[in-house]
């Protein structure tokens, strides 16, 4: 069972519009959460990277939030654009397996003109 | 340019014969990492470099290899390819990821073996 969820499995929205991404895990000890960009065929790109301490944290149009007592995540589009389609990956980062990450199975986020 | 480079970008080769898909990066990183990206399946960890010399498997280390012998450079082996590796690879690096640093990845290799 993976141990990092993310929902909704891909979702389609309006340009100009908002979204949430949700990323829930059990994986522990915790170190670190990410979430990466991913355009179709090429690799991942950070969006941003909270540790256990940081509540918020933005990239631009994009904002995480962290609740690590609830082990939840989420990363939120504001007045999306075309550009923002992509695949929105979380990943999770234990303090007793440094190398080793847990990735997520990502969001696929399609935006319509 | 600080970046990934990996190498070939493109494969299509036979099962049985092997090939080695190089990875290189110029940021002095001391952490690299090799994935696979699979419909439906998302990323998944072939194997990782915390330093020279030291490698660990990820979730799905079957039927690779890999060798750190220089920092810049982590290639991956396929001793005898079969057809479920085919697949798209990312490398990728880091200074050490426990500490927050961002990961950069390589551009991608897409290999076909039929």
């Known amino acids: 069972k993976n141990q990092v969820e993310q929902s909704p499995q891909s979702l389609i929205i309006l340009e100009g519009k908002n979204c949430t991404l949700q990323c829930n895990y059990t994986v522990s000890p915790f170190s670190n959460l990410r979430w990466y960009k991913q355009d179709t065929g090429r690799g991942p790109v950070s969006l941003t990277i909270?540790?256990?301490?940081?509540n918020t944290k933005s990239n631009g149009r994009y904002t995480a939030t962290l609740d690590a007592d609830t082990k939840q995540s989420s990363l939120h589009i504001t007045a999306s654009q075309l550009s923002d389609s992509a695949s929105y990956i979380c990943?999770?980062?234990?303090?007793?397996?440094?190398?080793?990450?847990?990735f997520g199975a990502g969001t696929q986020v399609v935006v319509t003109p | 340019e600080a970046q990934v480079t990996q190498n070939p970008r493109y494969l299509i080769t036979v099962t049985g014969k092997k090939l080695t898909v190089t990875c290189s990066q110029n940021m002095n990183h001391e952490y690299m990492s090799w994935y696979r990206q699979d419909p439906g399946l998302g990323l998944r960890q072939i194997y990782y470099?915390?330093?020279?010399?030291?490698?660990d498997k990820g979730d799905v280390p079957e039927g690779y290899k890999v060798s750190r012998k220089e920092k810049r450079n982590f290639p991956l082996i396929l001793e005898s390819p079969s057809p479920n590796q085919t697949s798209l690879y990312f490398c990728a690096s880091s200074p050490p990821p426990g500490n927050s640093y961002e990961q950069y990845f390589g551009p991608g290799t897409r290999l076909t073996v039929t």
């Open positions: 470099s915390m330093n020279v010399e030291v490698t």
């Open positions: 990943v999770v980062i234990t303090t007793d397996s440094w190398g080793k990450l847990q």
């Open positions: 909270m540790t256990f301490s940081e």
